[in-house]
């Protein structure tokens, strides 16, 4: 399960972390949590205020609290495959170790502070699903916390995560263009409008699905506006790809136009309503 959790209190915070421990205690599964600007006693210091053994975890190497710092931004720039590769080995680790699986917690201001790489983090979230979520026993809970980071980054960022929790009352305007893992099939959902000021979502999104396989799904259903630019992005994946197929659903006008002109981007690319 990977969980985005959008907050602005630290009363929400520690909510939603000590109940995330708590649950993998009950699950005999290995914790790590990633602070960036909370100190790690601070962590131990709240889990331990909710009724958390925190003491006992910690002795049978089941809870840690680890800096970004020294772990996924140790070496930078931030890149995806490097952490992916990360995520499979703590999960073997964990096991190794005799826990059931692996449950992680981080915070993900860092995105904010230029970090190099940082641009990378959506193609991150979304490659997760497939190259980590569905083949290990490991679930994560990405925490956004609203007073650190701008809300149209938190808003772009938390549509990358299929299971999603925000605070009663908490509300985010969409973002210009929504990234979304499908979530019944592989592939990419993209709502909202494909322009010059979604370019960044676009890059994150086509990263994606070079990395995937084929018969990969791009719903482009609910996209209101697509310009040229975007339409020759995903025209060059298809066509940097030629050992495997892209499914296009809901393709725009400019999209079919293109293939009419490119027999070999018809080809690469299925388009189920044509």
Known sequence: MHTSVVYATDDAWATRVSACVRRGIERDERLLYFAHRTPPETVFATLADRGIDVAAARRRGQLSVRTAQESYLAELPFDPDTVIRQWHTATREALEAGFTGLRAMGEMDWYGAGVPGAERLLEYELRMHREAFDLLPLAAMCLYDRRLLPDRDVALLEA?????????????????LAVTPLADRPGLGLTGELNADSRAALAGALATLRHGSDGDEVDLTSLVHIDAAATAGLAAVALRTPARRLTVRGAPPSLLRTIDLFPELGAALEVPSR
């Open 160 to 176: 990358a995560h299929l299971s999603r929790i925000r605070e009663p009352g908490e509300r985010l305007h969409p973002p210009v």
